[in-house]
């Protein structure tokens, strides 16, 4: 198994691609925090890993509070005593916040979420992957982490591909500075996927027609596929990759 007896942490993992991931990891051997802000979607997702014969935790919070992102981490270590893998898979879309609300707030929400709340599961998961000898850190960021919105989208001034891009650089600079402490880091940049987040996009089937045609394979993509790149970058199998951004986006970035 790929992950055997490694204790993995991973946020939004009560839906689309974070459940898809726990799940995964639990079938290479991995014990598996599932952490959402969503309680009964984390409970939904901790009992298919264990009815998957899995190991799993639960912790439930808000990323972008700091106390509660340390809270995560350290009920990960009080129920499995060590951290080598952290998947932040937490986000949002400015689709998810209410329609009347106003454009700066919805800036700052996504913001918050995506780059804000990665940063502070990383600053608090790297001092616990030093003391478990290294580890492995994947940050979700989207194809919007290296291209902006099509002018179809009229989104110029939407934070999401921003929040990405950052989350991109943010890879980069941690990988740097981590290298040396034997803790990877990776960036994951998927297309357009079959979750919660694009459900707004694809049920209006122009949309869907639209988004299926920037992809040069005709389809966006599924969560478990995105999940077993996940799994690819967090293994030994990547032992000698940090600092990357791995698209699994159907040819998206490729045109």
Not at 20 to 37: H, K, Y
Not at 65 to 82: K, L, Y
Not at 95 to 120: A, C, E, H, I, Q
Not at 220 to 225: F, I, R
Request: some cysteine; hydrophobic content about 40%.
């Amino acid at each position: 198994m790929r992950l055997d007896n490694k204790v993995t942490l991973i946020t939004g993992a009560g839906s689309g691609i974070g459940r898809a991931t726990a799940l995964l990891f639990a079938s290479e051997g991995a014990q598996v925090m599932v952490s959402d802000v969503d309680e009964d979607a984390a409970l939904v997702t901790a009992d298919m890993v264990r009815k998957s014969g899995g190991t799993v935790g639960i912790s439930i919070g808000d990323v972008t509070e700091e106390g509660t992102a340390a809270r995560i981490v350290q009920q990960t270590i009080t129920q499995f005593s060590q951290l080598h893998v952290l998947v932040n898979s937490a986000g949002i879309t400015a689709r998810n916040l209410p329609s009347d609300s106003k454009p700066f707030d919805v800036w700052r929400r996504v913001m918050d979420v995506n780059l804000n709340g990665t940063y502070l599961m990383c600053w608090s998961a790297v001092p616990e992957m030093e003391r478990a000898g290294g580890g492995s850190i994947l940050n979700l960021g989207s194809i919007m982490s290296h291209v902006g919105y099509p002018p179809q989208f009229k989104s110029g001034f939407n934070p999401y591909p921003v929040s990405k891009g950052a989350i991109l650089q943010l890879t980069r600079n941690l990988a740097n500075d981590l290298a040396s402490r034997n803790i990877r880091v990776n960036c994951l940049a998927p297309g357009f996927t079959e979750t919660s987040l694009t459900e707004s996009l694809t049920k209006d089937r122009e949309t869907l027609a639209f988004l299926q045609s920037r992809h040069p394979m005709g389809r966006l993509g599924k969560p478990e596929e995105i999940a077993h790149a996940a799994l690819y970058l967090v293994s030994d199998d990547a032992s000698f990759v940090t600092g990357t951004s791995l698209a699994v986006d159907g040819g998206y970035l490729a045109q």
